[in-house]
Nanobody
Framework: QVRLVESGGGLVQAGGSLRLSCAAS????????MGWYRQAPGNEREPVAG???????NYADSVKGRFTVSRDDANNTAYLQMNSLKPEDTAVYYC???????????????WGQGTQVTVSS
């Protein structure tokens, strides 16, 4: 089994910052992609930022220049530094990881339980 646990969400005023963490644990041989999605009430889940082994990163246009994704491969942990937060960033943020559980196995996507981020105006 693989488990992803997010932390770091909360309530912040517009213009403030938060840092989310996502720790992966369990039967892990390697992790290719780690990233963040978010879902606001009434909306579909959307990608926010992701990082692939080798440090290639991608960001949604709405967060470019404000959010930074990073990872600590030694600890199977990903981070999302969120600066200059806006009320429209309010959502449940989910961590995702593409995990290989054995040397010759394929990758499967796992999800965290989500953490609430609320930005007040």
């Amino acid at each position: 089994q693989v488990r992803l646990v997010e932390s770091g969400g909360g309530l912040v005023q517009a213009g403030g910052s938060l840092r989310l963490s996502c720790a992966a644990s369990g039967s892990i041989f390697s992790i290719n992609f780690m990233g963040w999605y978010r879902q606001a009430p009434g909306n579909e889940r959307e990608p926010v930022a992701g990082i692939i082994i080798g440090r290639s990163t991608n960001y949604a246009d709405s967060v470019k220049g404000r959010f930074t994704v990073s990872r600590d491969d030694a600890n199977n942990t990903a981070y999302l530094q969120m600066n200059s937060l806006k009320p429209e960033d309010t959502a449940v943020y989910y961590c995702a990881a593409d995990v290989r559980r054995a040397r010759y196995g394929g990758f499967s996507r796992y999800w965290g339980q989500g953490t609430q981020v609320t930005v007040s105006s």
